[in-house]
């Protein structure tokens, strides 16, 4: 029998752009706020953005080309990076889904696996520590 499912917390979408800074005039003309940024070079090599409850990332293809190359080398426009109870549970009811990157603990202290589901969506599950 298989493990009981995850607890989903959040779901966000990341979208892979070539430059977040021209894309931050047009989110940002929208009401999205910048939360979280995270330097590549000198440039911006990831954002979270919030507007209410809702958020969405953006990431350099540069950036994930060394954060996260097994994704990254299957060139996806997106993804969706969803927060679980489980982490474990997660990856375990993955069924077909092929694993990309195992766990792997982030330097913000989540604990993430990475896969790619059986129609090519490219899904990170990541447990907080909190």
Do not use: C, N
């Amino acid at each position: 029998m298989p493990p009981k499912p995850p607890s989903v917390q959040r779901a966000t979408p990341i979208f892979f752009v070539d430059a977040i800074e021209p894309a931050l005039v047009f989110w940002e003309g929208q009401g999205w706020k910048t939360t979280v940024s995270v330097p590549h070079g000198d440039l911006l090599g990831f954002v979270i953005l919030a507007s209410g409850d809702a958020q969405i990332m953006l990431q350099t293809r540069a950036s994930l080309a060394e954060d996260l190359p097994a994704v990254a080398a299957l060139g996806p426009a997106s993804a969706l990076y969803v927060d679980v109870g489980s982490l474990a549970a997660a990856v375990a009811r993955r069924g077909e889904a092929r694993i990309l990157v195992k766990e792997r603990e982030t330097f913000y202290g989540a604990r993430e696996a990475w896969i790619v589901d059986p129609a090519g969506t490219v899904v990170g599950f990541a447990e907080s520590k909190s």
